[in-house]
């Protein structure tokens, strides 16, 4: 019997740190967030759990974090290296947004934009929120209806209270464009009444993209606003 060969399986057994997936890490207080120089950070890689970039803020809020904020090379290598491809290409939502201006990149949870690793992007239309791309080492934009799953950072020390999600004040009668219907603190608008405004649905999503001020298809999240029978949507 090859006793050498079971003496080093039974040390590689008992021995072995916590893994995720191939890699080894150290966790935060017996949790699944992962730590790295004093901030904990929770990776959703099940494909289930992409969602827009205000519903990834929102969820990282519900844990008392927010969207990942990265300050060196360091910190976007750990990310890089902690994360997985998972069933969508290794993208995840980060916090950088332009939301307050095109040159105004700020993070959402308000600490300063002191690092940069944005990569090349030959055309963007309406896009002010960034994901981390694992396969070119850095951040992008894209549209903030668009669905990614997120990564969640917080500090080490930190008891993870929840964090009020921002709820912006409903526009005041009268605010949304001429020919818009305003309800629930949106803009609404019908399209396709006449045949040549049907379109596809990516043609359709474009259409939207391209009147700027965050318009997107419309998302349905209750049966009252279900009732207004609209499609585009403007935040």
Not at 52 to 71: M, N, P, T
Not at 98 to 104: E, M, R
Not at 120 to 134: A, G, Q, S, T, W
Not at 150 to 179: L, M, Q, S, Y
Request: proline share 6%; aromatic share 14%; with cysteine.
């Amino acid at each position: 019997m090859n006793f050498p060969a079971l003496l080093v399986f039974a040390v590689s057994l008992f021995c072995s740190p916590l893994s995720h997936g191939y890699k080894t890490f150290e966790y935060c207080n017996g949790t699944s967030w992962i730590k790295f120089q004093g901030h904990c950070y929770l990776f959703q890689t099940s494909y289930r759990n992409r969602v827009s970039f205000y519903d990834a803020e929102d969820f990282c809020r519900s844990q008392g974090a927010y969207l990942v904020s990265i300050h060196s090379e360091a910190e976007n290598d750990f990310l890089l290296t902690t994360s997985e491809e998972g069933g969508f290409g290794g993208r995840f939502w980060i916090g950088l947004n332009a939301l307050v201006g095109k040159s105004n990149e700020q993070w959402t949870d308000g600490s300063g934009v002191d690092f940069l690793k944005k990569v090349p992007k030959e055309f963007y239309v309406n896009e002010k929120c960034f994901i981390l791309m694992r396969s070119q080492k850095g951040w992008r934009p894209e549209h903030c209806a668009l669905h990614y799953a997120p990564i969640c950072k917080r500090r080490e020390n930190a008891v993870p209270t929840p964090i009020p999600p921002i709820t912006p004040p409903p526009p005041r009668n009268g605010n949304c464009p001429k020919d818009w219907i305003q309800f629930g603190g949106k803009c609404y608008k019908y399209f396709g009444g006449n045949a040549t405004e049907r379109l596809l649905y990516k043609q359709a999503r474009n259409a939207c993209w391209a009147l700027g001020n965050s318009t997107d298809l419309v998302s349905i999240h209750s049966m009252e606003e279900q009732g207004k029978k609209c499609l585009p949507t403007r935040r």
